[in-house]
Structures are given as structure tokens and as C-alpha cells.
């Protein structure tokens, strides 16, 4: 028979499903592995979803979904993010923020073109690349940078061949940010070597620090060159209703479009309708989830403190990334035995790049009564 697809032959399946599929055959295991919000999508945004049906809007939006949708979202970057795009030609509805990463390193790569992707980082951002036929170059952010990308480091790896740089901030897995100031240095860069820029803020409105998320694209000279990634997962917890859109320079936007035409058609139009009302009504929710997790947040880094693995404040997303290198354990090893032994799955940190090895990470999308019986379960295996 003919060879398949050596590329996807050839790639690693996802190291955070790995555990999750073992967890849910162990009874009585606890899980902290996958970043899904514990809170239901608020009712407001449900009924407004089911009204859409009982309507019978059951039908295809256009390809780039609905223009009330689109027009909202715009209204809301600019509101929240001091980014000003344009409804008609600048933004695409896609199936998830994973749709719109896939959709836009394909709308830029030729093969061969390089793109740049900080590690720790979001398991799809190397996949994409490969399968889009560029080459993945990866820079190993440190713990002691708290997993910030700085323009030393960027500037290193850039050639004649750098085409992209994805960001990921807040960021999924070390719960780091990047603030105005870490950020214009980069911007700079880009503009000077010509460089295009994903900027998956799905995890925006979770920030904690007293200055809100910045977005790249409202940096002097970045808007031509930076297609901002988001979605309704995080902050409105609704990871099911599978929705998510890009923000784009129209002629980015108009390839992107184009991708999506052919492989998807259009986002779920149910979906869409309960957007309108999230974006609309929905700052509220955000509120009182983030302040959920803040508090779950603190809780952690006391107690992993106490108890010796360290880990900096995660200052977005609802992540932490504690050290587990004073064990002498590798981070799959680590997560395995703490597995078998106390029936609690973490991810390792290699699970997102090289420079991961050595940390694990710990998702707080969990009530506080489950994460309180976690950290009894890893302080009793390390003390053994």
C-alpha cells in the first residue's frame, strides 16, 4: 500500500490526553489536567442559545459568520483592548480559537518558512506549523524570566526565513503574562524583520495583576502584521459550545476566510447567537469567575510553596507550573508515580516543550474542596 502522511505519522500525540484517558478509567482519581472551566455557561448565554433554536435559526451563517457577532466582537477589542478592526473584512467566526491558529499559519506559511514559537506553549502551535510544510523553531523560555519572551531571545533566532512568531499570553502552561513594556521591545523586532505575529489571547480577561491584558496589535506598527486569536471558552465557559474568532488585516483575513470556506463552512450558528448575548451582557460572569479563580490561585502558590515546589505567581490563564526538579525525577516520571500512587493526574511539564522538563503543570479550573483534597494527595507522595 502507499506510504500515508509522514508528517502526522510522525507526530506525537498530545501529551495532556494521555493522562486524561488513563484518569477516566481509575475510579476515584482526581484529575488537574485539562483546562476546562468547573462553572457552567451562564444561563443568560444558554437561553439566549435556546431561543435561537425555538426560533428555527437553524440554518448556515455566512462563511464568516454572523455580522452582528462580528460587529460585537470588534465593539468589545475595541472597548477592552484599544484595538480597532473592521467587522465586514477583519473578522472571521471559527470553530474554537484552535481553528483560527490552524486557519492563520496556513494563510501565512509557504513551506519552508519559518515560524517562531516560545516553549513552554499550547500543544497545537508546532503541529500546525509542520503540517502547514513550515519549520518549526522553538526558543526554551527560563523559570528564572518567569517564562517571558524577551527580545534577547528573540533576536537570536531570527533569519532570512523567520515568516511568523506565535504568542501565547497569559500564557497555558505557566500561567505567565506579558505587560505593555514586555511587549514593545518585541513589537519592535517585528516591524524591523518584517515579521508576522499569532497572538492566541484566549486566556485575556483571566489577568490578575492591576494592569488588564495588553494585546500586541495595539502597539505602534502591529496591527498590519498580527492576527489576534480568541474565543468564548475561558472566559465565558463555554468550551462545548466550540467558538472562536480572529482578528486580522484584511488581506490576511480574506485567505484565512477562505481556508475556512472549504474545510469548515461556518462556526455552529447556535453558537453564535449566544455569543452576541456574552459579549453583550456577559462582563459580569467574567467578574465573578475570575475572582473564583484568583482565589483558587493563591491557594496554590501558598501551599505548593510550603510544602517545596516552588513555582512563581501565575499572574493570567488558570495555571501554575511548580518545580519538581528537587525530586530527581523527570516530569513524566513524576506525573506517572503520582498517578499510580495517589490517584491525582497532573501534566508534565515536557508535555509543551523541552523546556518544560522539570516542572508539571496544575490546572485550578477545579473547585476548591477538590483542590484542597489534590494537594493533601501530592504533599503525601512527596513526602514519602
Request: net charge negative.
Amino acid at each position: 500500500m502507499k506510504t500515508l502522511n509522514t508528517v502526522v505519522k510522525n507526530m506525537k500525540p498530545s501529551g495532556i490526553r494521555k493522562f486524561f484517558d488513563i484518569v477516566s478509567e481509575m475510579p476515584d482519581a482526581i484529575s488537574l489536567g485539562v483546562g476546562e472551566p468547573d462553572f457552567e455557561t451562564p444561563w443568560h448565554i444558554v437561553d439566549e442559545g435556546i431561543y435561537s433554536l425555538e426560533r428555527g435559526r437553524t440554518y448556515y451563517t455566512s462563511n464568516s459568520g454572523l455580522m452582528e457577532l462580528r460587529q460585537e466582537i470588534c465593539k468589545w477589542y475595541l472597548r477592552k483592548y484599544e484595538v480597532d478592526m473592521n467587522p465586514a473584512t477583519e473578522c472571521l467566526i471559527t470553530v474554537g480559537g484552535s481553528e483560527g491558529i490552524d486557519l492563520a499559519v496556513r494563510a501565512i506559511t509557504n513551506p519552508g518558512d519559518e515560524v517562531i514559537i516560545p516553549e513552554p506553549s499550547y500543544v497545537s502551535y508546532v503541529p500546525c506549523a509542520s503540517l502547514a510544510g513550515a519549520v518549526p523553531v522553538t526558543i526554551d523560555l527560563k523559570d528564572e524570566n518567569r517564562f517571558k519572551l524577551t527580545a534577547e531571545e528573540l533576536s537570536q533566532v531570527i533569519t532570512p526565513n523567520t515568516k511568523l512568531l506565535i504568542l501565547s499570553y497569559p500564557n497555558n502552561p505557566t500561567g505567565a503574562i506579558m505587560t505593555k513594556e514586555d511587549l514593545i521591545p518585541i513589537a519592535k523586532l517585528c516591524v524591523e524583520n518584517d515579521i508576522y505575529v499569532i497572538s492566541d489571547e484566549i486566556y485575556s480577561e483571566l489577568t490578575y495583576t492591576e494592569e488588564p491584558h495588553c494585546s500586541i496589535a495595539s502597539l505602534p506598527g502591529m496591527k498590519d502584521r498580527t492576527i489576534v486569536i480568541n474565543g468564548f471558552s475561558k472566559a465565558y465557559a463555554m468550551t462545548g459550545w466550540r467558538l472562536g474568532y480572529a482578528l486580522a488585516p484584511h488581506y490576511i483575513a480574506k485567505l484565512m476566510t477562505k481556508i475556512h470556506q472549504f474545510c469548515i463552512m461556518c462556526a455552529p450558528t447556535t453558537s453564535q447567537y449566544a455569543a452576541i448575548e456574552a459579549l453583550r451582557e456577559g462582563d459580569k460572569d467574567i467578574a465573578v469567575m475570575r475572582k473564583s479563580y484568583d482565589e483558587r490561585r493563591r491557594y496554590l502558590i501558598k501551599r505548593l510553596n510550603d510544602m517545596g515546589m516552588p513555582a512563581f505567581e501565575p499572574e493570567g490563564a488558570f495555571y501554575i507550573f511548580p518545580s519538581i526538579k528537587r525530586f530527581g525525577m523527570s516530569s513524566d516520571e513524576f506525573a506517572t508515580k503520582l498517578l499510580e500512587r495517589e490517584k491525582l493526574a497532573v501534566v508534565p511539564g515536557n508535555a509543551f516543550g523541552n523546556s518544560g522538563e522539570g516542572f508539571v503543570r496544575i490546572s485550578y479550573a477545579y473547585s476548591i474542596d477538590q483542590l484542597r483534597e489534590a494537594l493533601d494527595r501530592i504533599e503525601h507522595f512527596i513526602s514519602q
